[in-house]
C-alpha cells in the first residue's frame, strides 16, 4: 500500500513565525503535490513538483513556497504565516504517469493548521 | 476556465441508493476518479475509470460516465451511515499534469 504521511496532525502556530510542514513518501513516486482545502471551496493546489529539484507553482502559490531535496520528500514552507492561513493542508504524491497512463494521486491524513 | 461542478450537499435515508453527480471540463480527459474524505482524514481513492469505459462496478459502487456530456455518475447502492462523507470527483486531461477536482458533494446518510 501507498502510504503518505504528514508531519503533523494539527499545529498552532503564530502571525509572523516561519512554519514547515513536511510531507513523506514510501512508494518512490516522482510527483508530489501541496493542497489547501477551506469550507465551500474544494481542493487548491498551491505547489507540486514532478522531480528532485523541481518545483511548480499551482492555482494559489502566494505566500508559500517548497523544497523538494530528496526524491521522497516535499516540503512546504510558510515564510511568514498569517491567518488567512490557516486552513486544511493535504500532500499527495503520484506516480509518473506512462503515455496512456493516470495520474491517481495518494494523500496523507492532512495537517490542520491554526495561524493566531 | 472551466471548473469541474458537483452539487455540494446531498441527504439520503439509510438503507437507500446515493447517486453522486459531477460535470467534468475535457472531452479528451482519459481517467475520472471519485476520491471519499471522512471527517479529519485525506482523500482515499474510491475507484476510477478510464474513458473508453460506460460504466464499473466495485460491489456496492457504481461509476457511469456519458462522454458525450461531460458527465460522471457515482452511486452507491445500500447506503450506510459510514458512507457519510466528502466525496470528490477528479479528471486528468493529459500529459502528467495535476488532476483537477471539484469542490466535493458532502453526503449525509439519515438513520
Known amino acids: 500500500d501507498v502510504k503518505v504521511t504528514q508531519s503533523s496532525r494539527y499545529l498552532v502556530k503564530r502571525t509572523g513565525e516561519k512554519v514547515f510542514l513536511e510531507c513523506v513518501q514510501d512508494?518512490?513516486?516522482?510527483?508530489m503535490f501541496w493542497y489547501r482545502q477551506d469550507p465551500g471551496l474544494g481542493l487548491r493546489l498551491i505547489y507540486f513538483?514532478?522531480?528532485?529539484?523541481?518545483?511548480e507553482k499551482g492555482d494559489i502559490p502566494e505566500g508559500y513556497s517548497v523544497s523538494r531535496e530528496k526524491k521522497e520528500r516535499f516540503s512546504l514552507i510558510l515564510e511568514s504565516a498569517s491567518t488567512n492561513q490557516t486552513s486544511m493542508y493535504l500532500c499527495?504524491?503520484?506516480?509518473?504517469?506512462?503515455?496512456?497512463?493516470?495520474?491517481?494521486?495518494?494523500f496523507g491524513p492532512g495537517t490542520r493548521l491554526t495561524v493566531l | 476556465g472551466e471548473d469541474v461542478e458537483q452539487s455540494l450537499f446531498l441527504s439520503v435515508r439509510e438503507g437507500d441508493s446515493s447517486v453522486i453527480n459531477c460535470t467534468y471540463t475535457d472531452s479528451s480527459s482519459t481517467y475520472l476518479y471519485w476520491y471519499k474524505q471522512e471527517p479529519g482524514a485525506g482523500l482515499q481513492l474510491l475507484t476510477y475509470i478510464f474513458s473508453n469505459m460506460d460504466m464499473k462496478q466495485d460491489q456496492r459502487l457504481t461509476v457511469l460516465l456519458n462522454k458525450k456530456d461531460k458527465h460522471l455518475s457515482l452511486r452507491i447502492a445500500d447506503t450506510q451511515t459510514g458512507d457519510s462523507a466528502i466525496y470528490f470527483c477528479?479528471?486528468?486531461?493529459?500529459?502528467?499534469?495535476?488532476?483537477?477536482f471539484g469542490k466535493g458533494t458532502r453526503l449525509s446518510v439519515i438513520a
Open positions: 512508494m518512490d513516486h516522482e510527483n
Open positions: 477528479a479528471e486528468y486531461q493529459k500529459g502528467n499534469t495535476p488532476l483537477v
Open positions: 513538483s514532478y522531480d528532485v529539484k523541481m518545483k
Open positions: 499527495a504524491s503520484s506516480l509518473a504517469p506512462s503515455a496512456g497512463g493516470a495520474d491517481t494521486q495518494y
